[in-house]
């Protein structure tokens, strides 16, 4: 508990640095920006209606983890998806927006913004931040189903908030905040449009830590070593969760030009909608050629998978480049999920595979297929271009550059977080007879499907 | 039967005064609107978008209340939130919204636009048709989970009728739609942004009389008078339920700005956000202290709470205040369920807890953390200032009376339409036989999971 | 195979001929369009907001069909749902949105925007194609209802690419691309605003074809040919569904002004409201009189009737006939769901009756109820008069026409289509032994729930 009370101590000297940097001068009624610019109000409608669009992936999440989960840890999971979301608004409106959007500080992390307070209590930064934080929140979830069915309650609420805080804003920072990566002297420096790997890989990469760290489930590998399945206890669920996270990605892509006025964004969610077609088709195929069965998991796995990669290139590309992208997406997951199962790390939902490998896949086709139509919104550049279209290399180099440092800052951060929380919290794994009887029990006390008779050979 | 018909005659002379006051003026394509307001079509998508929001709470409240019951009642639960629903926007077309943003009579009621006819055949009294049908629509929905799982159907089909058309539209009328509370001589008049009052607490008070009306479910407390609970019987139901309503809300406070063109409307959606997720919080760590879970149903409804408290002072306060409020909802929300249990007021989900309490609590926290930046949409007063600010008691005081006025108008009208109903319908609680074996059979001669094999434990 | 592949080979040709046709000389960033245009921008936002609503219809569309069936076959019906938006956006983006959209070939076919290249690469048409796909989608998926329970997998996949790359982009170039049916010489030639013919009776008539090419399930009529109702897995799923549908009609309808700035779509969003409404209490009594219980199932499938009725009409009438065209849309769909079990068409979930006989009265409505204050935005028509607002029977038998093309035109090609699939996959039902296990297992390898023990009474 002390230990916490230092953490806070910590945050408190944060704020007031941060409160005394500030002047106050912002717009809180909007009558003034209102002025400035006369057509804001339809960007206000398409970044909000956007962000609430990104907000309903949290369910999305939610569903997806639970249906591919066992029913004696339901009221886990949905606990943990709902409470990533609430720390993640908390301590991102306290300290997680103001490192990452913020005022540049020698292009390692923003230093202004704190509490949304000062200068910030302002109609567009308070819109700009209505945008982030559901982005904020979508990194630290993902990780929740890479540690699904194991992890303890306490650590998954320390390190989601961790995640929110410091790990996603500071790497965010760099591509988005006007940080060195967006600097970078290679192509028009790294750029990622929607976060396939500020978002995506990252919370992908902290979730392969986590799975790793904690190890896999009992009975997920046998004594020889082999794969047996954990089957989802409500399959109707996940795919239910899949189709609003498809829908709630139209918020996610088109949403990040951040105005209405760049009328690409009916090209971005065609791109977005068909690299997830994609990406759902071409897991089928692979599944179906592999395993001999239309395999609905993977299916839905690959949709999500094609979204996933597509969020980095959205903007940048033709439509028939997002179903080229979508169909690598789909098989790269595939292949994926395979492997981990060969190195014995154990997860759920793959979340791994889905967000960080399709994460970083995404990074990176930016340097191959954009096709030089459509400039870079952040960075104000002209073109985009790719190795495809004759623009060389250099763009290539800053894109897997960035998805390097994406890799290696969610295995430092997501290493010391677990190594944090291990030590304040006397482990990070509830004990194996919680696990079995399931953490609905054990943490919260609770039954999610009370009326209905549970089958006995998947306890276990 | 012949009362019915007696209901439907009053109604008929009803619209007939109505039609006859009526001259034939309005823009039924919206050509003229457009060239007196080139503006508008921006303010028309946000308000229909908004509306579109929170007519997905519907689903919301139906989920979060089927969640929360056993799993016997699940076809008539979704039934009752089905039929508010229908039932409310029949009655609200007739007389609902003539009587709540008509034409002001004497500051009580209104009385132009009866069947959305004649004058009112307008886009913009379509426009704001939408976005109110779905506010009454609310307010008749919560008073359901209050009386769930004993109520007929025939009777809560009638009072929720009531609800829409004359309840909520009079009391509505007077804070909104230039009524006495409007104009009360302290602060601005009675102010309620989004309807924390009107909507919430009046559907959460009128909730209260029915759970008292009806008594406590069979079983709910035992000869000693113990609580023995009765546990819901899909929790992540209901969970889902909570994601969709906080989805909503992104409609229901937002757009209550009812322009795009008031910037302000990302404040709004910040504070939304944040006093939901500090609401959350607060009941996480309340009930982990007092009983030692990590709860996720009080979870829920702390989140709810939070988000009901903020939507009458969201566009008037700064974020830290939003999160203050709802740190103080999610604390409200589970003293007031443990109190009403003590009471013997048996409410299956909490509403009077959620809506009716945090309601009430938001209309108060106007009168304190109003910041004095921003004005009052509706009656155009340039500042709203609370207690905190130097505003002095004054709004304070038209914030108690109308709060006041708010329960009082629920236990008079709750009482009245359902001793109406007691006599119509020859009682208003389904017998003692059907209760125990489930509404689904005993009214809608169905099971609403027969694939699955269901437990005993719970039926009685 | 060969014969899979032939039909790309015509593809290819296909390709080949509409690439040689187009210059490139498209808009793909925006910035022309929107100097031509400065209004552009809240009109992308209605579109794109709108058919992000649309393609949330498909998750609705599944929950209603997986709920009502068994739940042996949740899987499958997740996966046929999933997999018709998937296939029916591929091949949308190849060849249906060129023949529907297309520059017009003698009223009959559109003939360029193939994979959306060339010219095609442009804000404006992607902006439309991403609001077209979501409707052919919605034809196909459809469809699946009628169909659900005993059709291979395999053969699902195929026809419902046909449907979105053949069969609805035909009859939708000759109502919306300017084809002959909307060059009628009566009225202002056939209309159908959001396409009650084009969409719902169009997947509602291949529906009918498909369920009786199919046959009944076994066990649903007896030796004496009584029905034995095979009833739904999980009722709150399904009306879960049709609340995220009746969500989803809010982009449908008021989406297809498209464009914000024809300010009637508040208008559209009313009527769209009321006749879902009105057609759920009509069914509501209706079978309260007829079978005695509050009937859920058929009141979910009244408020569908209402809202595939109003969607021809929703533009052109005033809130009080849609609220008569809801009402009649309630009791026909009663009807037809008795009448088809008459005559033993066994539609699992009433998609016929839903969308088909619906979808017909949606259009023929128009030639009744159209009051003449607004125009027809496709055809720039001043105004749509029907027969009771003095109109004559012109526009009334233009509509007549539409609809009987639609049927025929449906009857034919999807006869042709199940024909084509019984050649191809060797038989389009799943053997009787797969229809008893459910074609989880014997299509997917997989149990939908299976931590949950499932009752045996329904399995046969």
Not at 26 to 34: C, N, Q, R, V
Not at 91 to 113: C, N
Not at 151 to 174: D, E, M, Q, R
Not at 357 to 366: L, R
Request: aromatic residues 14%; glycine residues 14%; hydrophobic residues 55%.
């Amino acid at each position: 508990m002390h230990k916490k009370r230092s953490w806070l101590f910590f945050l408190g000297v944060l704020i007031l640095v941060g409160v005394a940097l500030e002047a106050y001068a912002g717009d809180p009624t909007g009558a003034e920006t209102l002025k400035k610019d006369p057509g804001a109000p339809v960007d206000y409608v398409w970044i909000l209606v956007c962000a609430f669009l990104v907000m309903f992936m949290q369910p999305g999440f939610a569903l997806v983890e639970a249906g591919f989960c066992r029913a004696k840890n339901a009221i886990n999971l949905m606990m943990k998806n709902l409470m990533d979301f609430v720390a993640g608004s908390l301590v991102f409106f306290a300290v997680g927006y103001a490192l990452m959007m913020g005022k540049d500080w020698h292009t390692l992390i923003g230093i202004s913004g704190w509490f949304l307070h000062g200068d910030a209590y302002d109609v567009h930064t308070y819109l700009i931040w209505i945008f982030q934080v559901v982005f904020a929140a979508t990194a630290a979830t993902i990780v929740s189903g890479a540690v699904a069915e194991r992890i303890k309650f306490p650590v998954y609420l320390f390190y989601s908030a961790v995640v929110s805080a410091i790990i996603y804003p500071i790497y965010g920072h760099w591509v988005w905040g006007g940080g060195w990566l967006s600097k970078l002297p290679f192509g028009v420096g790294a750029v990622d449009f929607a976060g396939s790997g500020i978002v995506h890989a990252m919370g992908g990469f902290i979730g392969l830590v986590g799975a790793m760290a904690l190890g896999p489930r009992i009975g997920k590998y046998d004594d020889k070593g082999k794969v047996k399945p954990i089957v989802g206890h409500n399959i109707p669920m996940a795919a239910l969760g899949v189709f609003v996270l498809w829908f709630g990605w139209f918020g996610f892509n088109p949403g990040s030009t951040l105005s209405a006025h760049e009328l690409r964004i009916s090209v971005i969610a065609v791109n977005t909608n068909l690299a997830a077609a994609a990406g759902a088709l071409a897991a089928l195929i692979f599944m179906k050629l592999k395993v001999g069965n239309w395999d609905l998991g993977m299916t839905l796995n690959g949709a999500l998978a094609g979204l996933v990669a597509v969020t980095a290139p959205c903007a940048w590309v033709e439509a028939w480049a997002a179903v080229v992208i979508g169909l690598i997406a789909g098989i790269l997951v595939c292949l994926s999920v395979l492997s981990l199962d060969k190195l014995h790390i154990d997860d759920p939902v793959g979340a791994v595979s889905v967000h960080g490998i399709n994460g970083i896949w995404g990074v990176i086709s930016v340097g191959l297929f954009a096709d030089g139509t459509y400039g870079n919104y952040t960075t104000k550049a002209p073109y985009v271009k790719g190795l495809f279209y004759g623009g060389g290399a250099d763009q290539l180099l800053a894109q897997l550059i960035s998805a390097g440092v994406c890799i290696a800052w969610a295995f430092l951060m997501g290493w010391i977080t677990f190594r944090v929380a291990k030590a304040v919290f006397g482990g990070i794994r509830v004990s194996a007879e919680e696990e079995a009887e399931g953490l609905d029990y054990g943490e919260h006390g609770g039954n999610a499907y009370p009326d209905f008779v549970v089958s006995s050979y998947q306890q276990h």
